[in-house]
């Protein structure tokens, strides 16, 4: 049986969930919550954890299975992990840790690109996933560039710019490597439900005006957002997701407020309020008013096991560069939106390669 051989960046809670929900679904694909049981012909049971990295002190050195429950992850523990026989590895520091999250853990990360790279070659790692803090451009850099020289396909899972990078996009093409980029969306999060009812509004005609996503959440996703730097680049991502069937912007980036808030006792429940105004017939006001709570890091998980298995397929079949109609479904800022239709003529085409 073929197998998915997949290296994680960043040992957080979004790592915990994806962990938790191989060992989950891999013992019962039919329990709920997983959209895809198999998924470009890619069972849960075949996806393996291959290789870890991590910066903090608390996490390197021990088993995957046991570092998911170190440091301050504080994502719900739904399924037991065996341990898994892969070391978390120190990885490269780069711009991974900022102020907030540096007065939590104690980090380390003297690794280097080719380190890096060459424990990846080592372990057989065919897929990288990047899931350190948003607003880390240069870690998710240094970790893109290992997974050039390992020849290895990469998922960008955070707001930092890779997918949308016609540089990074061009490297990863004359590898002849597949990417997936930038900033992953939740099974049934915030920006999924936000885009949902602007799309509904403009498709009746309301003319959308303002929109606002308030979140609020105890985890340590939402400490480093505290950081106004790294905020900013959460919500450059948020707004660019707001688009509708055709791709075009629904509103302009002035009108959309995208904000944060750290809350302690949430742990790793996400709270989003979400607020659009619009003008209705005869220039009257439409108003909706919204509120979602999710588990934050299990929501993302569904979407990276989805990933994972496209960019193995894409490999497997010689497909290299973004891929488009995955990235739509999966990604919140792409750099070729699609339209509803072409994403699912294009999702076809790709499958039928196989
Ligand atoms: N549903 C979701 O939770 C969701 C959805 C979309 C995107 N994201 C993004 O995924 C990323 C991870 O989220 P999370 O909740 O797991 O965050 P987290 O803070 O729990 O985990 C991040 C981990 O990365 C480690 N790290 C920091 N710098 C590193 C480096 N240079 N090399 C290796 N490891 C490093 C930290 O020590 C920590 O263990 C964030 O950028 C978040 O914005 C999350």
Known sequence: MSTVN???VGVGNCTSSLVQGVAHYAAEPDAPGLANPVCAGFSVAQVRFTAAFDVDADKIGLDLAEAIWAGPNNATRFAEVPVLGVPVLEGALGD?????????????????????????????????????????????ELYAEAA??????????????????????????TAGLPLLGDDL???????????????????????????????????????????????????????????????AELLPPSNVHVGADYIPFLADRKIAVIRVEGEGFGGTPVEVDLKLTVDDSPSGAGNVLDAVRYLKFAMDQGVSGVLDPVAH??????????????????????????
């Not at 840790?97 to 690109?113: F, K, W």
């Not at 899972?157 to 949308?164: E, F, G, H, L, T």
């Open 96 to 140: 991974g840790v900022g102020h907030e999250v540096g007065q939590r853990i104690t980090a380390r990360g003297a690794a280097t690109v080719e380190s890096i790279a060459e424990h990846l070659r080592a372990t057989g790692t065919e897929v990288l996933v990047n899931f350190v803090p948003a607003g880390s451009q240069l870690a998710s």
């Open 6 to 8: 997949v290296g994680l």
């Open 148 to 173: 050039l020289l390992a020849g290895c396909a990469f998922v960008n899972c955070i707001p930092s710019v890779i997918a949308r990078s016609p540089r990074w996009v061009e490297r990863f093409e």
């Open 329 to 354: 479904y999966l990604m919140k800022a792409v750099p070729r939106p699609l339209g509803e239709e072409a994403a699912a003529a294009g999702l076809r085409e790709l499958l039928a390669r196989g």
């Open 185 to 247: 969306k939740s099974q049934f999060g915030a920006t999924l439900v936000h885009r949902a009812l602007v799309e509904l509004l403009a498709a009746n005609g309301v003319r959308l005006r303002n929109t606002y996503q308030l979140l609020a959440g105890g985890n340590l996703d939402f400490v480093n957002l505290r950081d106004a730097d790294r905020m900013r680049t959460k919500k450059e991502t948020k707004s660019s997701g707001l688009r509708g069937p055709d791709g």
